[in-house]
């Protein structure tokens, strides 16, 4: 499966963006999906994950509350809206998917077999 993530941009602290990670190649309801971010000189951190039925998300306790996972699979597109950004949210956002068929959400970034080009976001103060 092919990720193409798309939304990033540069915002104001406080306010909203939304990501879209469309699939092509493989129909996306067999992934299990997730977010995660990236910013110079630090690993790639975990965002958010949702399950191939699109219940269970998890999200990373750094967006709780303000990060919502979902996703639409008759669009092949899984995204993810942002709402009271803060500048520590600046970062570059990859989309992902694991192996098709596995069920299970994961935290760890290994455990993600197809990545798509980053997104950058930008949270202004």
């Known amino acids: 499966v092919q990720l193409q993530a798309s939304g990033g941009g540069l915002v104001q602290a406080g306010g909203s963006l939304r990501l879209s990670c469309t699939a092509s190649g493989r129909t996306a309801g067999n992934y299990v999906m997730g977010w995660f971010r990236q910013t110079p000189g630090r690993q790639r951190e975990f965002v958010a994950a949702i399950s191939r039925a699109g219940g269970s998300p998890k999200y990373a306790d750094s967006v709780k509350g303000r990060f919502t996972i979902f996703r639409d699979d008759a669009k092949n597109t899984m995204y993810l809206q942002m709402n009271s950004l803060e500048p520590l949210d600046s970062a570059v956002y990859s989309c992902?998917?694991?192996?098709?068929?596995?069920?299970?959400?994961?935290?760890?970034?290994?455990?993600?077999?197809?990545w798509g080009q980053g997104t950058l976001v930008t949270v202004s103060s």
């Open positions: 992902a998917a694991r192996g098709s068929g596995i069920s299970v959400i994961a935290t760890d970034r290994r455990q993600y077999a197809y």
